[in-house]
Antibody, heavy 121, light 109 residues
Framework: EVQVVESGGGLVKPGGSLRLSCEVS????????MTWVRQAPGKGLQWVGR??????????HYATPLKGRFTISRDDPKNMVYLQMNSLQTEDTGVYYC????????????WGRGTLVTVSS | QSVLTQPPSVSAAPGQRVTISCSGS????????VSWYQQLPGSAPRLLIY???NRPSGIPDRFSVSKSGTSATLGITGLQTGDEADYYC???????????FGIGTKVTV
């Protein structure tokens, strides 16, 4: 069974940086496409970005409003994917979910429990 | 606002049926797989059902989907109090190069 576990959330001041980590098990990680989704308190789901497998080109896509501040990377030997977040703003506060993409048919098949990021002075 | 349009809430009595619509465009629903996600109170979302009524293990067949053109519909029959949750539709948008979600529909039983 695929398992996804996020870590690295916490309290950070506006303008600060944070790196989230995500460990995946139960599949051949080098073939996995991964994505990050966030959810502000009391709000809906917002897609952050995704990274394809290196065999799939290693392409990264980001939600337009987040381009330039957020970066997704991966370490296949460690079964890890990361989300580097810079210039954090209060609006970035929320729970961040790491999700395995089952493709095809490109659905967000396995979600982690999420890690809370709070941006506040 | 969201790229995919869902009603904010629906409600029905136990045992009844509800449907949740999800309207998009040719760049997303019209040319992509549509998936539905369930988020129970206080929990992470999970994949509920997708495409041609494909369900992950453990999801009952009380949940069904249909799709026509640029719209999709989630149906829930035999409503149970345990179905109270937020339901999101999602699809890849080839114009935005982004995965897009609806605003989420709160189901009240």
């Amino acid at each position: 069974e695929v398992q996804v576990v996020e870590s690295g959330g916490g309290l950070v001041k506006p303008g600060g940086s944070l790196r989230l980590s995500c460990e995946v098990s139960g599949l051949t990680f080098s073939d996995a496409w991964m994505t990050w989704v966030r959810q502000a308190p009391g709000k809906g789901l917002q897609w952050v970005g995704r990274m394809l497998s290196y065999r799939g080109g290693g392409t990264r896509h980001y939600a337009t409003p987040l381009k330039g501040r957020f970066t997704i990377s991966r370490d296949d030997p460690k079964n890890m994917v990361y989300l580097q977040m810079n210039s954090l703003q209060t609006e970035d506060t929320g729970v961040y979910y790491c999700v395995w993409i089952n493709t095809p048919p490109h659905n967000l098949a396995r979600w982690g429990r999420g890690t809370l990021v709070t941006v506040s002075s | 606002q969201s790229v995919l349009t869902q009603p904010p809430s629906v409600s029905a009595a136990p045992g009844q049926r509800v449907t949740i619509s999800c309207s998009g465009s040719n760049s997303n629903i019209g040319n992509s797989y549509v998936s539905w996600y369930q988020q129970l109170p206080g929990s992470a979302p999970r994949l509920l059902i997708y495409d041609n009524n494909n369900r992950p293990s453990g999801i009952p067949d009380r949940f069904s989907v249909s799709k026509s053109g640029t719209s999709a519909t989630l149906g829930i029959t035999g409503l149970q109090t345990g179905d109270e949750a937020d339901y999101y539709c999602g699809a890849w948008d080839s114009s935005l190069n982004s995965y897009v979600f609806g605003i989420g529909t709160k189901v009240t039983v």
